[in-house]
């Protein structure tokens, strides 16, 4: 009996800790939107902002990156340029491209909400994935969600350059989840070679997940 309780305990724990951290994925998302906004549409030019973010999280790793080297050992190149693209400077020049003319608000539809279906769409073209009828349930559901917020915007006053690079920001995201889906996979089929490689196997992306 008391096993049960303290497995129900744990669960819950568990779940409770995963909202948490998903209300936080969330808020940091929005803030990221919103201060993006304000500041390529005032003083900030798209690359001021670009730098800001790459440049200063650039210096707070590159202890880790002089310790760890880039993983081609673990990780191809063209994997590995991907992942780079996909998550990096590239990604975050065309989005904030986006946002100098999208309103926040349907940016965070467009961008973020919009990567699940980019990502379930190239794992079932590429990776002949299925999905279970949940996900596909869950799947119409945001398609639902981005047509009645954003469509019913870009009805009114068309869709603009905006919106398009806001979408083919979510693409390249959702290239590098794919990516990343992959090559955590092929590196957790084999022993993991170094700390860095056991810490990344014996946790979960929350974007690769959704695929």
């Known amino acids: 009996m008391d096993g049960r309780v303290d497995g ?7 779940y409770v800790a995963g909202a948490l951290f998903g209300l936080a994925s969330v808020t940091i998302w929005a803030g ?3 201060v993006t906004r304000l500041g390529v549409t ?8 670009t730098m800001l973010r790459f440049g200063t999280a650039g210096l707070v790793l590159l202890p880790v990156l ?14 590995l340029l991907v992942l780079i693209c996909g998550a990096g400077a590239p990604y975050a020049v065309v989005a904030n491209m986006g946002l100098r003319t999208t309103p ?9 909400g919009v990567m699940p279906l980019f990502v379930a769409l190239i794992s079932a073209l590429l990776l002949a994935e299925r999905f279970a009828r949940v996900r596909k349930i869950g799947y119409a559901l945001i398609s639902v969600g981005v ?24 693409f390249i995201w959702a290239c590098y989840a794919v990516v990343l ?24 992306s929350i974007w690769p997940s959704m695929a």
């Open 8 to 14: 129900a305990s744990g669960s819950t724990t568990r």
């Open 181 to 204: 889906k992959q090559s955590r996979s092929a590196r957790c089929m084999r022993w993991p070679s170094s700390r860095w490689d056991r810490r990344c196997c014996s946790r979960r």
């Open 104 to 112: 926040a608000a349907e940016a965070g539809v467009l961008i973020p």
């Open 42 to 49: 005032t003083s900030l030019s798209v690359y001021d902002m």
């Open 147 to 170: 047509v009645l917020i954003a469509g019913v915007s870009a009805a009114v006053s068309g869709i603009s350059t905006g919106h398009l690079l806001c979408l083919s920001a979510a």
């Open 32 to 34: 990221w939107m919103s």
């Open 66 to 79: 002089l310790r760890e080297g880039l993983g081609l050992d673990r990780v191809a190149a063209w994997r």
